[in-house]
Nanobody, 122 residues
Framework: QVQLVESGGGSVQPGGSLRLSCEAS??????????IAWFRQAPGNERERLAT???????AFADSVRGRASIFQDNAKNTLNLQLNSLKPEDSAMYYC??????????????WGQGTQVTVSS
């Protein structure tokens, strides 16, 4: 049974930073046949893919966060962290971790976490 648990969300002022974590059980981030991704969804908006860690180890970022986001992997804790800097009010959303248990990273998602809320406001 695969479970993904996000944490690290909260309220932050514009220009601030947050580090979101996704702890996995049932899969190991070191296994290179998986794709792990971060998504977000704001009320009334479609779910947006932000960052995808591909089996090759390459990480692809969406234009909306490129240059402000980075991915850190803690293999000892089986945790994938998303660091977001220079946060803007439009970054406010529910952030989700997702896993695809094949190499077809952009075709579907097999597992979702429950989400962690990020609110950016002054």
């Amino acid at each position: 049974q695969v479970q993904l648990v996000e944490s690290g969300g909260g309220s932050v002022q514009p220009g601030g930073s947050l580090r979101l974590s996704c702890e996995a059980s049932g899969i190991a981030y070191t296994y290179r046949d998986y794709c792990i991704a971060w998504f977000r969804q704001a009320p009334g908006n479609e779910r947006e893919r932000l960052a995808t860690v591909e089996p090759s180890g390459r990480t692809a970022f969406a234009d909306s966060v490129r240059g402000r986001a980075s991915i850190f992997q803690d293999n000892a804790k089986n945790t994938l962290n998303l660091q977001l800097n220079s946060l803007k009010p439009e970054d406010s959303a529910m952030y989700y971790c997702a896993a695809t248990l094949t190499k077809r990273c952009y075709t579907w998602v097999d597992y979702w976490g429950q989400g962690t809320q990020v609110t950016v406001s002054s």
